[in-house]
Antibody
């Protein structure tokens, strides 16, 4: 059974950093493309970043230069390193390996 | 960059059939697969259609997807509506420059 479990969310001050994790089971992270998608309160889904099986990474313009997607094959885990956080980054962050989604982790950027 | 446009809301009665459209602003809808996600209030998204018209295991055959090149749009059709189908629905596609593009979402009310 495929499972994706995100952790690492929380309350962080503007300008701070946070690292989200997405622990995968039932498949191999390195053999699949995986994405981070976020949803601000009361808003729609917004794609954040993707990493392909070959290691190529891409980012939405809104997070480029601040967020970094990576994976640890030994832990079968996907990460999202978020730096220079802004209030507008407040959202529930989901990891996804289509057609599967995690349950999400809430990031709140506020002073 | 292309956009995917969905109606903000649709409503229909239990037992009826509803169709939600997703129109691509530029580039051919047939060139890249379309996915559809269901998101019930307070829950993570789940995939109801992938690769235009494929259903993940566990998704009832009341859900179907199609594309129409003449209108450059994709459609999600739900037949035999149930109150549990009440949710937000998002279409998603991509191209070589944009790994994930979401529609704005459609709120389905089953009344």
């Amino acid at each position: 059974e495929v499972q994706l479990v995100e952790t690492g969310g929380g309350l962080i001050q503007p300008g701070g950093s946070l690292r989200l994790s997405c622990a995968a089971s039932g498949f191999t992270v390195s053999s699949n493309y995986m994405s981070w998608v976020r949803q601000a309160p009361g808003k729609g889904l917004e794609w954040v970043s993707v990493i392909y099986s070959g290691g190529s990474t891409y980012y939405a313009d809104s997070v480029k230069g601040r967020f970094t997607i990576s994976r640890d094959n030994s832990k079968n885990t996907l990460y999202l390193q978020m730096n220079s956080l802004r209030a507008e980054d407040t959202a529930v962050y989901y990891c996804a390996r289509p057609p599967y989604w995690g349950q999400g982790t809430l990031v709140t950027v506020s002073s | 960059n292309f956009m995917l446009t969905q109606p903000h809301s649709v409503s229909e009665s239990p037992g009826k059939t509803v169709t939600i459209s997703c129109t691509r602003s530029s580039g051919s809808i047939a060139s890249n697969y379309v996915q559809w996600y269901q998101q019930r209030p307070g829950s993570a998204p789940t995939t109801v259609i992938y690769e235009d018209n494929q259903r993940p295991s566990g998704v009832p055959d009341r859900f179907s997807g199609s594309i129409d090149s003449s209108s450059n749009s994709a459609s999600l059709t739900i037949s035999g509506l149930k109150t549990e189908d009440e949710a937000d629905y998002y279409c998603q596609s991509y191209d070589s420059s944009n790994p994930w593009v979401f529609g704005g979402g459609t709120k389905l009310t089953v009344l």
